[in-house]
């Protein structure tokens, strides 16, 4: 199976990328166990499909049988089971280290850069299904046509597709199975993977916690490119051909190097009419497709042309592609609809980086834009990491531009110390606002924040809850508590 072990542990094994794990590997053939702190309707799913999880992670539930740990890049060294697991001299694997192994076995696909990671995965999961290529994908998000792409009807949303071991269809037929991921530059851990082709976009200041300077950043991205193997080996890298460093990035590699972007001058030319959301792509000079995104903004675009040149890339019918694309609804939690309340729209999208926060808002004024309507844009945004906060807290007071109004919840603890978290608040960035014109208020707890809307929302506004973290839950909320 490729990680090393025939009977593995999985801690934390309810997360996006664990489950996935989880169920490649029962496929396979290998039974799979693992714990997770509290059932969800995911372990749920995993128990459904034969998998055995449990809810006790001390260190006496590690199975005697285990032979490999696997753990979750939110469990620690210091977890009982994993340290459970280093008494037993067992070897320990991290999601990214083990994904990489199975990736070593299959025609691995990885798509990395700031931003676009999940939406760009779950496009071309989706295309490469409905163009027959038949693929295995992990996406950090959940969506109702992953399973079985956008030409059919919806299913249960899920970030994972099993897919078949050979590529089925096209070019590449016969190939090992195509296994889509994506490629996370946090603490290095995209430099597991093991890509036969994958995808650069662009590289911005981020995760400044762990690199310390954009350099570090684009020498990490460098390092992953070398991961490629040789053009001979089939490998091929897709990266942006402005913002992505690519003149340093993809210098010396020995795989097939092509360019994806605006500019004429790109291996990979995309059209864009914002108006009408038509998107196309040329290969210097041939137009290979075109269609009408569902998705609004240039970023989602960008996300889908890059998708369509890796489905090109792996051999796929480039008519169905751009079918597909057309058809792609999107994924959860990217600018996501959840309602239309008494006249206020409400959205749900993940965006915790100035750049995806300027964007998405831009997104919303063309193609919901609530002046046109005589409403106002409100904000909910909850800011993810107190180190990212006090990094980028310049480039987030100038991201909110294109709002009325801009509601700031508590920063989102996560991974950061005691002493970070004392560094920087919700209050700083909202003083950063209000000096920028921009009418901001720090508000906590969410059913504050759902009573203040209630209060402050009239027909023809749009809500846009922004944010990583459970801030998520504001918007179900109101559309809850606003429509009853």
């Known amino acids: 199976m490729g990680i090393g072990g025939t009977r593995p542990h999985l801690v934390g094994i309810g997360g996006c990328g664990m489950s996935a794990l989880a ?48 753990a979750s890049a939110a469990v620690g060294q210091d977890h009982p089971e994993v340290a459970a697991a280093h008494d037993r001299g067992l070897p320990v694997l991290s999601y990214a280290e083990a994904l990489g192994r199975l990736q070593a076995g299959r025609t691995g696909v990885s798509i990395a850069g700031t931003h676009g990671k999940s939406t760009t995965t779950a496009m071309l ?25 956008s030409l059919a009807p919806a299913g249960d949303r899920t970030g994972f597709r099993l897919g078949s071991t050979t590529i089925r269809s096209g070019a590449w037929s016969g190939k090992p199975g195509a296994l889509l991921a994506e490629a996370c530059e946090y603490n290095r851990s995209f430099h597991n993977h093991r890509p036969t082709v994958a995808s650069i976009g662009v590289i911005e200041p981020d995760h400044l916690d762990i690199y310390g300077s954009l350099d570090e950043i684009v020498e990490a991205f460098r390092g992953f490119a070398r991961l490629v193997p040789d053009e001979a080996d089939g490998g091929r890298l897709l990266i942006a051909h402005e913002g992505a460093q690519r003149t340093h990035v993809a210098a010396g590699l020995a795989c097939r190097v092509e360019t994806i972007g605006f500019s004429p001058a790109a291996d990979y030319s995309v059209g864009f009419d914002p108006s009408s959301r038509r998107v196309s792509v040329s290969h210097h000079g041939r137009e290979l497709g075109s269609w009408i995104n569902r998705m609004p903004g240039e970023h989602n675009a960008t996300n889908a042309a890059t998708a369509f040149a890796l489905g090109v890339i792996l051999g796929a019918d ?86 009325d109004v801009v509601i700031v919840p508590d920063i989102y603890f996560v991974r950061d110390s005691q002493a970070e978290r004392h560094k920087v608040s919700a209050a700083d960035l909202v003083d950063r606002l209000r000096t920028r014109g921009v009418r901001a208020m720090h508000l906590y707890p969410f059913d504050a ?36």
């Open 23 to 70: 169920r490649l590997l029962a496929a396979s053939g290998v039974p799979v166990r693992g714990t997770d702190m509290a059932p969800t309707p995911v372990t749920d799913a995993l128990a459904a499909c034969g998998i055995a999880v449990g809810f006790d992670q001390s260190a006496g539930v590690l199975d005697q049988d285990a032979d490999v740990l696997i």
């Open 125 to 149: 999961g989706c295309a490469l299904t409905d163009a027959g290529i038949d693929p295995a994908v992990i996406v950090g998000a959940t969506c109702a046509q992953l399973e079985s792409g």
């Open 318 to 403: 480039a008519g169905k592609l751009s079918a597909s694309l057309g058809a792609f609804a999107g994924l959860d939690r990217r600018f996501q609809l959840l309602g239309d309340v008494r006249g206020v729209r409400v959205y749900d999208d993940y965006g915790h980086h100035p750049t995806e926060i300027a964007r998405t808002l831009e997104a919303v004024r063309q193609s919901d834009d609530p002046a046109e309507r005589g409403g106002k844009l409100i904000t909910v945004f909850q800011p993810h990491q107190h180190s990212r906060t006090r990094f980028l807290l310049e480039e987030f007071a100038t991201s909110f531009e294109q709002a």
């Open 449 to 484: 924040i759902v009573e203040h809307l209630q209060t402050i929302a009239s027909p023809g506004d749009v809500v846009l809850v922004m944010g990583a973290g459970p801030v998520w839950k504001v918007g179900h909320e109101f559309v809850r508590v606003a429509g009853s």
